[in-house]
């Protein structure tokens, strides 16, 4: 059985800092590249960031640059370090594989960039 748990959001100033958290159970880790996703109120969900097994990353427009994944595969973990955040970086964030299984979401993980 997969279980995704996100962890490390919180309410941050503009300009501020946090780094998210996913730990990972069940054999996908190995098997799949994971990425990190968030939706916003009204929007639908998309993929911000993205990484291999390997270690090679991507990331969407409007996160590059601020945004770093990485990921410990002796702990099952992935992370998303977030630098220079926005208003409109404020969503909940969610990890999963990409491309993603519908059944894999977890709760995530409430961003709110706000002064």
């Known amino acids: 059985q997969v279980q995704l748990v996100e962890s490390g959001g919180g309410l941050v100033q503009p300009g501020g800092s946090l780094r998210l958290s996913c730990a990972a159970s069940?054999?996908?880790?190995?098997?799949?590249?994971m990425g990190w996703y968030r939706q916003a109120p009204g929007k639908q969900r998309e993929l911000v960031a993205t990484?291999?097994?390997?270690?090679?990353?991507k990331y969407a427009d409007s996160v590059k640059g601020r945004f770093t994944i990485s990921r410990d595969n002796a702990k099952n973990t992935i992370y998303l370090r977030m630098n220079m955040l926005r208003p409109e970086d404020t969503a909940v964030y969610y990890c999963?594989?990409?491309?993603?299984?519908?059944?894999?979401w977890g709760q995530g993980t409430q961003v709110t960039v706000s002064s």
């Open positions: 999963n594989t990409d491309p993603f299984f519908s059944g894999y």
């Open positions: 069940g054999t996908i880790f190995s098997s799949y590249a």
């Open positions: 990484i291999t097994f390997g270690g090679s990353s």
